[in-house]
């Protein structure tokens, strides 16, 4: 990303309209995030978010490609990628989990543990949602606000049918109100490379 502050696009959406994001969300989004801390407190940072929620819930975790065993051992650089998965059905899923009985017969795809993190500054984590993590967490990082290519933006909006429009309430880009043709017809790229999404859900 470049220095320059992202436009802001604010939608707001009727409940249905949740399931639509749910590609973007599997493909991954960038999300600010401070870099130097760990996945445990990088998660509770989250509205609704905590510790119970984490390990009851949270039980596949990769992170750069790797298996996470210790959420707390592992710490996030500047465009590391994070994928959180509920529990996964059948063997992959059992020798995938973080700290279960097989994860000794993975371990070249273990996260190695760090004791020391990098510093604490401001920075970008690309974030990837699967299985009931999607819905759950999914809507919280929406409404906080994701990042994304413009002409990824684009052409999510131009893969959508109308019953996506139908389920959209109100739009706002950069504080100004736009309907959907306008924008259907907005040249995202030649506002700026980046666009920030924010998505409510009058639930």
Do not use: C
Request: glycine share 10%; charged share 20%.
């Amino acid at each position: 990303m470049n220095n320059s502050l992202p436009p802001s696009l604010l939608l707001t959406f009727r409940p249905e309209g949740l399931s639509r994001f749910f590609p973007l969300l599997q493909t991954g989004v960038m999300v600010e995030a401070e870099v130097g801390s760990s996945v445990r407190d990088f998660l509770l940072t989250l509205p609704g978010v905590d510790s119970a929620y984490i390990d009851g819930r949270i039980k596949t975790v990769f992170l750069n490609g790797k298996v996470v065993d210790d959420v707390e051992t592992a710490f996030l650089d500047d465009g590391s990628i994070l994928a959180l998965s509920a529990a996964m059905p059948g063997l992959a899923g059992a020798a995938l989990r973080r700290g279960g009985g097989l994860a000794s017969f993975r371990s070249q795809i273990t996260f190695p543990a760090r004791e020391k993190p990098g510093p604490r500054r401001k920075g970008f984590v690309l974030i990837k949602l699967y299985n009931l993590i999607l819905k759950e967490l999914g809507v919280i990082f929406l409404r906080r606000g994701i990042f994304l290519a413009s002409a990824a933006l684009a052409k999510f909006f131009k893969g959508q049918s109308e019953e996506f429009w139908v389920n959209l309430k109100t739009a706002l880009v950069n504080g100004a109100g736009k309907d959907a043709k306008e924008l259907l017809q907005m040249n995202w790229a030649g506002l700026h490379e980046t666009m920030e999404l924010k998505v409510d859900f009058d639930i």
